[in-house]
């Protein structure tokens, strides 16, 4: 049911409370910071507005009447509520930068999320904010999006080109992929780049389907019209190259993933005849407002991966 109208002003009924707590308006009027004839003013329209008298005006003074007295007890409790909604609001709102729910595919999250929190609390600390706490949750790509939609993470990071229309989305990285093999394998001997074609007679380890690496390597088969007959499928990039350094196959990874290993020769590049495996890696989110500690880690996520 709607209040019915016109409604007392609450600082109004704030300054009653005082004139009651303090006994004279021109102690209540010095609490509120504003001057005397600016009180009384107030508690004139207050008086209108409920249509009863609740400051007795004499020469001696102002106190307030019986009513007044009624009135302003009432507001007490009003005010009290309002105290509560307001320290609760903070509360809330202080909780936006305490914790974020974030959803990120495997390589994202072993190899960029890490620097990402790093700047993150480098930046609170030097504005001397309470450090955040991120709560990250590694998924592959496609359940990434729906821990999105399902609100079970605030900002999510994918390994696709493919995003879904119902959410927001932002290039915050290009990631290259590439083929790995054991220094022994027959295609690394061979010192040169090989034709796309010979993915199909192959020995491929790679992620499972709904990750954003498999995603990438059917493109590329599917845009040359071939079809890999022999792929090892792997849940991890840890289990993909250990495979590969076991000799089982030829491995599809991001060049995140395998940096190490390239430099200290334990894994060789087997490239590819004018072939360039990249892909974007998108933050998305739902199509409402972010928290403000979210727009934080996408901003970082956007200017520290390039």
């Not at 704030?14 to 009180?39: N, R, T, Y």
């Not at 008298?53 to 007490?76: M, N, V, Y």
């Not at 599809?252 to 072939?275: C, D, P, T």
């Not at 972010?290 to 520290?304: C, D, P, Q, R, V």
Request: glycine share 4%.
């Amino acid at each position: 049911m709607p209040l019915a109208h016109p409604i007392p002003d609450l600082s109004a009924l704030d300054l009653l409370v005082s004139i009651k707590k303090e006994g004279s308006i021109s102690k209540a009027a010095k609490a509120h910071m504003i001057s005397q004839p600016a009180a009384s003013m107030k508690i004139r329209m207050l008086e209108n507005t409920v249509g009863l008298k609740l400051l007795e005006r004499t020469s001696a003074g102002a106190r307030l009447t019986e009513t007044g007295i009624l009135i302003s007890s009432i507001s007490e409790r009003i005010i009290e509520e309002i105290y509560e909604i307001q320290e609760v609001a903070e509360t809330l709102k202080q909780s936006d930068h305490k914790e974020l729910k974030v959803s990120a595919s495997t390589t994202v999250a072993e190899y960029l999320v890490p620097a990402w929190i790093h700047q993150l609390h480098l930046e609170f600390g030097q504005s001397k904010k309470p450090v955040p706490f991120i709560k990250l949750s590694i998924k592959n790509s496609r359940d990434v999006t729906e821990e999105i939609r399902s609100k079970t993470a605030e900002i999510g990071f994918i390994e696709s080109d493919t995003v879904p229309e119902d959410l927001n989305s932002k290039v915050v990285f290009e990631d290259e992929l590439v083929l790995v093999a054991k220094p022994s394998h027959p295609l690394v001997k061979r010192k040169k780049a090989i034709p796309v074609s010979f993915l199909s007679d192959i020995r491929i380890c790679t992620r499972e389907e709904g990750s954003g690496t498999r995603e990438v390597l059917e493109k590329t088969l599917r845009l040359h019209d071939i079809s890999a007959a022999n792929v090892v499928e792997l849940a991890s990039t840890t289990a993909i190259k250990t495979a590969v350094g076991l000799g089982t196959g030829i491995g599809i990874l991001s060049m995140l993933a395998v940096r190490n290993e390239i430099a200290l020769s334990s894994l060789k590049i087997v490239e590819l005849e004018n072939v360039y495996l990249k892909r974007n890696i998108h933050a998305i989110w739902r199509k409402d407002r972010l928290s403000h500690l979210a727009n934080e880690f996408l901003k970082i996520s956007s200017t520290t991966s390039r």
